[in-house]
């Protein structure tokens, strides 16, 4: 018998009934950059950013710190938070669309509350309670030659600077690699038929795939 149990701590609906998600639309980090905490970024195929700051109370309305279409037509494939940015450990937001990788960066102000979709807050303004307005900046995209499938990140190479970097799997089995603004590498992986999960290993500085042929290659 189990000694583990599962208790609901905080929940919420992300969106309404027309929004979509994959399983990448979710990731974690402190995207504030302020040591509060990590929060929770939401993805979603409409357009949605959403990010949440969980309370140990349950769901408030102001927990939700971002709500904001990034493209009326574009999908949100994949959400993460690293270090993305040259010369500074700061997190930054990356987000992966077919045809586009944009990296942002959470930014607050002073401003005015009033109430935004969902339930939650409008781009650029501000949470009742804290009196902070949060949105995004953007700090530099890639428009990308291929479709993108997903994405991993981490310091490839063990590169000695604090910086992640990102590399994309495209539907037609380019793999890409991203140093921050650069693009410094790409090749076509062997035998693709269909693209499946990346993943970066830290320990073996190595990203890992796997292929239509139930094979993981490394």
Not at 16 to 40: A, L, T, Y
Not at 126 to 131: E, I, N, Q, R, T
Not at 176 to 202: D, H, K, M
Request: proline residues 5%.
């Amino acid at each position: 018998m189990s000694q583990f149990k599962a208790r609901e701590c905080w929940s919420t609906v992300a969106g309404d009934s027309r929004d979509q998600f994959n399983p990448q639309s979710m990731c974690v980090g402190d995207c504030e950059n302020d040591g509060s905490g990590d929060k929770i970024l939401v993805g979603s195929l409409n357009g949605y950013l959403r990010i949440y700051k969980p309370s140990a109370t349950g769901y408030a309305g102001e927990d939700v710190l971002l709500e904001k279409n990034l493209s009326k037509s574009t999908p949100i494939l994949q959400v993460a938070c690293g270090s993305f940015v040259r010369r500074t450990a700061d997190v930054h937001i990356a987000t992966l669309h077919p045809r586009l990788l944009a990296v942002h960066r959470l930014i607050k102000t002073p401003g005015n509350s009033r109430p935004g979709e969902a339930g939650g807050l409008v781009s650029g303004e501000s949470d009742l309670a804290s009196g902070v307005a949060y949105d995004l900046k953007l700090i530099y995209q890639h428009r990308l030659k291929h479709t993108a499938y997903n994405m991993c990140q981490g310091p490839f190479g063990r590169a000695s600077t604090q910086t992640d970097f990102i590399c994309i799997q495209s539907l037609d089995g380019v793999v890409t690699i991203y140093e921050n603004e650069v693009q410094s590498y790409a090749c076509y992986l062997p035998e693709f038929l269909l693209p499946g999960p990346i993943a970066y290993c830290r320990q073996l500085d190595a990203i890992f795939t796997a292929s239509s042929a139930r094979f993981v290659q490394c």
